[in-house]
């Protein structure tokens, strides 16, 4: 006979007293510190304990008693919900000084190193619409809120499009409107979900493996192009059930291609693993290019459907210009070499390379990805940009004491930043 668990407590008139990381704060109850998801230090609340450690508790609210006074009203409808923003509930001041602190505490108090005077954050310019790239799951179930599931009005097995909530690889928040990109891709997305149903598309059920419907990605640039890939499931049982996939979802993408004539890059695979990755796939074009240009400064850069590129493209040039600084603000008074040797680790399609080609003798990046080495290659010509030189492999494999990667003694290393 098992034993019943002992029900968790409900703690009242708690005041939440600071923050903490992946965008919870934390109060401290009776020598216990309680992790709490969307509140902000001044909140007081009602707190039902989710999960109870020697040293610690994880807890949801379920009543606010008293509102902070550092709060604001977060403006997108699915905020405290969906798992992409954590702190829209707070000035983009306070989360500049908020992030500032946790890195700081992780490297002092944490790692335990000596740090000099912080620089403070550099922040964005845009806080809505500044991300060039945004992926959508899709499920053949859409995840529902306890409210939601109490309302019997509400059909329950209804297809979604949408983000990932937080802590569920399975669950799907169907999206309305996302704030994060510009509003044209709300429009796209809310096509295809639309024309999927109106057609009977399947979508697809993860834990099952079956569904055509998989995933939408959606990207844009400073040049105006735009690149739309689908990643579609189909079912090769037999030969007549795999045509009957690749014929809608063909027609789904000529209608998607036809309805918004922004798309300059149409592209789909067929994922038949169990994950959405899609670094190992032949992925196909059916109608424009299978690329997109960014800009930067007075350079153009191919961004194919596997390419990294910071999210943030204003916000890219920001720190790709501090990185600049930071690398060669203590080189130029060497007189003995005027123009060091950079090398540009995890250079991806080597914008980082690029950009600071012109105050190095030579700059060598070195990547993983083969296409995204490739597209760095592209990059150098596409710019007139001869003194790179560029290396797929695994940094250990290729960053090794041998002579053919440099011969000048003097160099920088540059790690481009994956965050």
């Known amino acids: 006979m098992t034993r019943k668990k002992k029900p968790l407590p409900v703690l009242e008139d708690i005041l939440i007293t600071d923050f903490a990381a992946e965008g919870k704060s934390l109060a401290r109850v009776d020598d216990m510190v309680v992790f709490v998801p969307w509140a902000v230090p001044g909140d007081i609340v009602d707190l039902q304990v989710k999960r109870k450690k020697h040293s610690y508790m994880e807890a949801e609210v379920i ?6 006074k550092v709060r604001v009203t977060p403006f997108c409808q699915h905020f405290g919900i969906c798992g992409g923003c954590k702190w829209q509930q707070l000035p983009y ?3 500049l ?23 403070p954050i550099l922040g964005s310019v ?13 499920a053949n179930k859409r995840w529902l809120t306890s409210e939601q599931l109490k309302d ?39 096509e295809v979900y639309r024309y999927a149903l109106e057609h009977g598309l399947t979508f697809f059920d993860l834990r099952q493996q079956v569904g055509l419907l998989r ?22 049982t037999t030969a007549e059930t795999s045509a009957q996939d690749d014929t809608q979802a063909k027609a789904l993408m000529q209608h998607i291609g036809d309805r ?41 850069f191919k961004v194919g459907p596997k390419s990294f590129y910071q999210t943030n493209t204003e916000q890219a040039y920001h720190l790709y210009s501090v990185a600049r600084e930071f690398a060669f603000e203590n080189l130029s008074p060497l007189t003995s070499h005027p123009l060091p040797l950079v090398y540009d680790l995890y250079t991806g399609t080597g914008t980082i390379a690029n950009f600071v080609a012109r105050q190095a003798s030579k700059v060598i990046g070195i990547e993983y990805v083969p296409e995204a080495i490739e597209d760095a290659k592209i990059n150098s010509e596409l710019n007139g ?7 797929a492999g695994d940094m250990k494999d290729i960053l090794t004491d041998a002579p053919t990667l440099s011969s000048p003694t003097h160099h920088v290393p540059v790690c481009t930043p994956t965050w």
Request: charge should be negative; charged fraction near 25%; aromatic fraction near 12%.
């Open 93 to 95: 001041e306070a989360q």
């Open 97 to 119: 000084q908020m992030k500032q602190q946790q890195v700081k505490d992780q490297l002092t108090r944490i790692g335990k190193v000596q740090l000099p005077e912080f620089r």
């Open 385 to 391: 940009i001869t003194n790179t030189l560029f290396f």
């Open 260 to 300: 918004f004539p922004q798309i300059t890059s149409l592209m789909y695979l067929d994922n038949q693993k169990c994950n959405d990755t899609i670094g190992d796939q032949d992925i196909l074009t059916f109608k424009g290019k299978d690329h997109i240009f960014e800009l930067m400064e007075d350079l153009r």
């Open 63 to 68: 009543r606010y008693k008293q509102y902070s």
């Open 152 to 190: 019997e009005t509400l059909v329950k097995d209804t297809p979604a499009i949408g983000f990932h909530i937080t802590g569920a690889f399975d669950k799907i928040l169907p999206i309305e409107k996302c704030w994060l990109m510009d509003d044209l891709h709300n429009e796209m997305r809310n």
């Open 126 to 138: 845009k806080t809505q619409e500044y991300r060039n790239k945004l992926d959508f799951g899709c």
């Open 215 to 236: 995933d939408v990605i959606i990207r844009n640039s400073a040049s105006g192009e735009w690149l739309v890939i689908f990643q579609f499931h189909y079912d090769h």
